[in-house]
């Protein structure tokens, strides 16, 4: 079974500042990994996503993350936060070779950026 | 392009009432989701549907009932609503099977039920 643990309901940076939200995950097979974000009222869209090859990954709006296998994690971070950054990030997992049906969800973490 | 349409974006129902929530995607993708958000639980998965004509159930299917009659179109209903099936309803497609696929969501519908 895979599950996913995303520490921290609630995040709060200030604009400028280093941006760190955790994950990690469980999988008995290599998994697939993703973040998401959600704007108010929109639904959710990808970030970035981890499927094989490089361990670091970078998505839109200046947003990386890196897959360490060692640790079960793939946390996800921004050098500058801007107050644009704010919003509900979700991690998820899925197996290798499975399907999109599989994935599944951490419960998010809401980030707030003080001016 | 539209991407992924949900209708409607709001609806208040009381106990007992049925009503379906309609999602539509013009991107020709294979695989449709229904998924509940609701606080502190991330998303789950109530019912998917990998082409035309089939469904198949998720992690939280009782209480819903869904229809895939045209590509474009899945529909999931609710047959005699409950205050437990409060929540946001997200509707996404993927193109095709894959984990390299990412989820296409529509904006939400916000169902509430007294």
């Known amino acids: 079974a895979q599950s996913v643990t995303q520490l921290g309901s609630h995040v709060s940076v200030s604009e400028g500042a280093l941006v760190l939200l955790r994950c990690n995950y469980s999988?008995?097979?290599?998994?697939?990994l993703f973040w998401y974000v959600q704007y108010p009222n929109q639904g959710l869209q990808l970030l970035l996503k981890y499927t094989t090859g490089a361990t670091l990954v970078k998505g839109i709006n200046g947003f990386e993350a890196e897959f360490k296998k060692s640790e079960t994690s793939f946390h996800l971070t921004k050098p500058s936060a801007h107050m644009s950054d704010a919003a509900e990030y979700f991690c998820?997992?899925?197996?290798?070779?499975?399907?999109?049906?599989?994935?599944?969800f951490g419960t998010g973490t809401l980030l707030a950026v003080q001016p | 392009n539209a991407g992924v349409t949900q209708t409607p974006k709001f609806r208040v129902l009381k106990t007992g009432q049925s009503m379906t929530l309609l999602c539509a995607q013009d991107?020709?993708?294979?695989?449709m989701y229904w998924y509940r958000q609701d606080p502190g639980m991330g998303l789950r998965l109530i019912h998917y549907?990998?082409?035309?004509?089939?469904?198949a159930k998720g992690e939280v299917p009782d209480g819903y009932n869904v229809s895939r009659l045209k590509k474009q179109n899945f529909l999931l209903g609710l047959e005699s609503a409950a205050p437990s099936q409060t929540s946001v309803y997200f509707c996404a497609s993927t193109p095709a099977q894959g984990d390299n696929s990412p989820l296409h969501f529509g904006n939400g519908t916000r169902l509430t039920v007294t």
């Open positions: 991107m020709n993708h294979e695989y």
């Open positions: 999988s008995s097979v290599p998994p697939y």
């Open positions: 549907s990998v082409g035309e004509g089939t469904t």
């Open positions: 998820a997992v899925s197996s290798y070779g499975g399907a999109t049906n599989k994935l599944i």
